[in-house]
């Protein structure tokens, strides 16, 4: 924790303080030009460090691979602040919950545990990266391997729960 994805780092709103002094600097100059009441809980530092973006997933914590409703994007070139929603027919979703949090946070073996899960049976394929970010992907996916996740947990769509072990997902 804080996750990184090409260059790009991402945390938790709870973990902002595990962040590096030079980083704090960034989120604390970027989050004064938020519109006032703008909810967040995730937030992004461009690898250039010329934009911070401040996403809201509302129902991170209850939902497996929760949709992004909205974000603000602070642009420290342009001085622009940016505002979008999130697609209602197709909405960026999270995966990896746990790279966004560390260790104390309640849930953290939950998400760690539905992550192994997902690798264990190649969701996480390099085949499938640049497409399971969005929702219908992902569900078509999920269908056409014969899953579905209740609570936080893998299963085959036999109700039987992914096994997390060496190579493939087996059911158990």
């Not at 990896?96 to 969701?123: M, N, Y």
Request: with cysteine; hydrophobic share 40%.
């Amino acid at each position: 924790m804080p996750k990184i994805v090409n260059g790009n780092i991402y945390v938790h709103r709870m973990y902002v303080h595990a962040l590096t002094s030079e980083l704090m600097t960034w989120v604390n100059s970027a989050v004064v030009f938020l519109p006032v009441g703008c909810g967040w809980n995730l937030i992004k530092i461009d690898t250039d460090k010329s934009h911070v973006t401040f996403s809201e997933y509302p129902e991170f914590d209850a939902l497996a691979h929760p949709e992004l409703r909205q974000w603000n994007r602070i642009d420290f070139v342009s001085g622009e602040v940016k505002v979008g929603k999130g697609s209602l027919e197709n909405p960026t979703i999270l995966h990896r919950k746990e790279t966004f949090v560390d260790s104390s946070h309640r849930d953290f073996i939950t998400f760690s545990r539905l992550t192994r899960q997902e690798l264990a049976v190649g969701l996480y394929a390099k085949e499938h990266l640049s497409r399971i970010g969005h929702k219908l992907y992902w569900e078509q996916l999920l269908v056409n391997m014969g899953l579905e996740i209740v609570d936080h947990s893998l299963r085959y769509i036999s109700g039987k729960e992914v096994e997390i072990g060496m190579g493939r997902g087996r059911e158990r």
